[in-house]
């Protein structure tokens, strides 16, 4: 397609349950970024990926968080034994990347993962 | 560490009215971007300033930078009911590609 796209929509899990977000980012993007958004929040950065290497974690908010994206393409953030402070809109976007030239930096962002844990 | 502030948080305005947003940032950084999103939606790129003094418009809304100041604004002229939306700026840390978002401001346009 032609925008990033996310699955699931919407997601709810019971405390403790594993789950998995899914992310497709837009074909030929080197970057692809996770975020968490809060309501009433801006955007909160989680994670940061060139091509399959994860260069940057330092958002991720505690080790029940993981992602990955094997072939520097389909990325896929997991939050293991969910808790209710885990609900939040998780926000996928993809670039260019930085050796694109020109490069504005700019973000494409997907629809977002709503994940509600009760 | 970078911190972007936004304000107003929220905003309410007539519509044909004029207004204001305001971004500041705390840290060097040569690229700023703005963003709207609509309730339940994802985020909308509006306009990417790369440089000092960079000025950018589409239809009713104008932004511009200023890297000494640390400052950017996005000006609403005439405000239609069809703006009203939630605005955000994100700023690039450290060349990273990282982009750190504010708080948002929520802009309702009454007729």
């Known amino acids: 397609g032609a925008g990033v796209s996310q699955s699931p929509r919407y997601k709810v899990a019971k405390r403790g349950q594993d789950v998995a977000l899914r992310c497709d980012p837009i074909s030929g993007h080197v970057s692809l970024f996770w975020y968490q958004q809060a309501l009433g929040q801006g955007p909160e950065f989680l994670t940061y990926f060139q091509n399959e290497a994860q260069l940057d974690k330092s958002g991720l908010p505690s080790d029940r968080f993981f992602a990955e994206r094997p072939e520097g393409s389909v990325s896929t953030l997991k939050i293991q034994r969910t808790q209710q402070e885990d609900s939040a809109v998780y926000l996928c976007?993809?670039?260019?990347?930085?050796?694109?030239?020109?490069?504005?930096?700019?973000?494409?962002f997907g629809e977002g993962s709503r994940l509600t844990v009760l | 560490e970078l911190k972007v502030e936004q304000n107003p948080l929220f905003l309410s305005m007539q519509e044909g009215k004029n207004y204001t947003i305001y971004c500041n940032y705390s840290?060097?950084?040569?690229?700023l971007y703005w963003y709207r999103q609509d309730p339940g939606k994802s985020l909308e790129s509006l306009f990417v300033?790369?440089?000092?003094?960079a000025v950018k418009q589409e239809g009713r809304l104008m932004a511009s930078l200023d890297t000494k100041a640390r400052l950017s604004t996005l000006h609403i002229t005439a405000a239609v009911h069809d703006l009203s939306a939630t605005y955000f700026c994100a700023v690039e840390q450290g060349g990273s590609e990282k982009l750190v978002f504010g708080k948002g401001t929520k802009l309702t346009v009454n007729p």
């Open positions: 300033l790369l440089s000092n003094g």
């Open positions: 976007a993809s670039s260019l990347g930085l050796h694109f030239s020109p490069n504005t930096g700019e973000l494409f």
């Open positions: 840290t060097t950084s040569d690229r």
